[in-house]
């Protein structure tokens, strides 16, 4: 009985085949941007929440003389504004470094503070962050990015190890005395920039190397019971007593909260560009169902032409024929969705990226493609449906 009844679906659905094809594609189409869409909102909403809302960078343009003026007297006052709960110069560099077995390397330094893994996540996965201790006494410890590590000894924790960094042709020997998460780079939060190996030092330690005079950045944090926007005007007044007529300077602040509405807004137009090329894709499934409902009655003409003969409705028949099509539809989205989501799942776990799907999108492009297969094949099927059997019979 089960057999039988494949048969003839097997047979019924035979002409359906290339509609059918379109649509497993369409819906592949589909699946693919709906877990893109959600896998990339969710990775980059992860960056935004490890920033924070209550952040604000603080850079500034050539000072006239190639010093920077964000020096430790700007930093002590910006520190001392009220509001500001933790603050932390940043200091960046680029050197190389040895570590194990490998060849020398290009990295970037950061020098940052303690209170660094306050202000802007950083995630210590082994170890710990630098002492108040080590940061006063500018003491050669460091903190390197996972990738460094797995390169060298292939494993992520080497707490204890030493390294050999080289900044300006001064070339030592540093402990490592945490590893830092890949990815969770204060470079990313900052700059925005994708740039492997990192390699973190007390500022006070990267200062005295460095040939920089003072810091690139200082960023500081907001106490949660203060608005961010009067923190920031309260910083802007405190950084205008530097400013003199002799020698003016320009200071910039980012604050991250609108940094995070602008790469939102980045993300919602990638996610209706993605969301268009799905519709195109549906649409060309439609009208390749519309050929091949057209085809298939062309098929079925003897089929149709008899059964009217012995009496079949217009309804009975136009039923039978979106009956056919609706369930090779709903097989072929099943289909489209199985293959889709499985290869993506393999995709992304060899990627190591968290399994996301925005389901709201899959299922409107699921409905619409039900929806579009029947308004596409129910005029080849109205019209066959429609069709005097003699002329059928003939035309066979």
């Given amino acids: 009985m089960i057999k039988s009844g494949y048969v003839s679906l097997k047979k019924r659905l035979l002409p359906y085949r290339t509609a059918c094809i379109s649509i497993v594609i369409g ?17 980059i909403e992860k960056e935004l929440d490890s920033l924070g809302l209550d952040s ?3 850079g500034t343009s050539d000072s006239g003389e190639g010093e920077s003026v964000l020096n430790e007297a700007v930093y002590a006052s910006v520190t001392s504004v009220p509001g500001v709960e933790a603050s932390t110069p940043v200091i960046m560099d680029t ?8 060849d020398e390397a290009k990295t970037i330094f950061w020098g940052i503070s303690q209170s660094a893994q306050n202000i802007i996540a950083l995630d210590v996965v082994h170890g710990r962050m630098f002492s108040p201790e080590e940061l006063n006494n500018a003491e050669k410890v460091c903190l390197v990015d996972e990738s460094v590590a797995q390169a060298a000894y292939r494993r992520t924790d080497i707490t204890g190890k030493t390294v050999m960094l080289e900044l300006n042709g001064i070339a030592d020997e540093y402990k490592i005395v945490g590893v830092i998460k890949a990815g ?4 990313n939060s900052v700059t925005g920039s994708m740039i492997p190996n990192f390699i973190y030092v007390p500022y006070t330690t990267l200062s005295f190397f460095s040939a920089k005079n003072g810091y690139d950045q200082i960023i500081v944090k ?10 920031k005007s309260s910083i802007s ?13 320009n200071f910039r602040m980012n604050d991250l909260f609108n940094q995070r509405q602008t790469v939102s807004s980045i993300v919602m137009i990638a996610s209706a560009v993605m969301m268009l090329i799905a519709g195109v894709a549906l649409l060309v499934s439609g009208i390749a169902v519309m050929n091949s409902v057209s085809n298939a009655v062309q098929v079925r003409r003897r089929e149709i032409g008899i059964k009217k003969s012995l009496g079949a409705s217009v309804p009975k028949i136009l039923l039978e024929l979106i009956g056919d099509i609706l369930t090779g539809t709903l097989l072929s989205v099943a289909v489209g969705i199985f293959l889709g ?13 968290p399994y996301r799907c925005n389901t709201l999108l899959l299922g409107i492009g699921i409905v619409a493609m039900v929806v ?16 005097k059997p003699v002329d059928a019979l003939r035309e066979e």
């Fill in 95 to 102: 050197g190389t470094y040895r570590l194990g077995a490998q």
């Fill in 372 to 387: 579009i297969a029947l308004l596409f094949g129910i005029v080849p099927a109205l019209r066959a449906a429609k069709m």
């Fill in 56 to 58: 604000i960078a603080i």
């Fill in 222 to 231: 907001a106490s949660p019971d203060q608005d961010i926007q009067t923190v």
């Fill in 237 to 249: 007044h405190t950084l205008d007593t530097f400013s003199t007529a002799e020698i003016p300077q």
């Fill in 341 to 353: 989501s499985s290869l993506l799942a393999c995709i992304i776990t060899l990627a190591n990226l």
């Fill in 27 to 43: 819906v592949f189409a589909v699946v693919l941007v709906s877990v893109i869409s959600a896998v990339g909102n969710t990775m």
């Fill in 184 to 187: 969770s780079s204060l470079l």
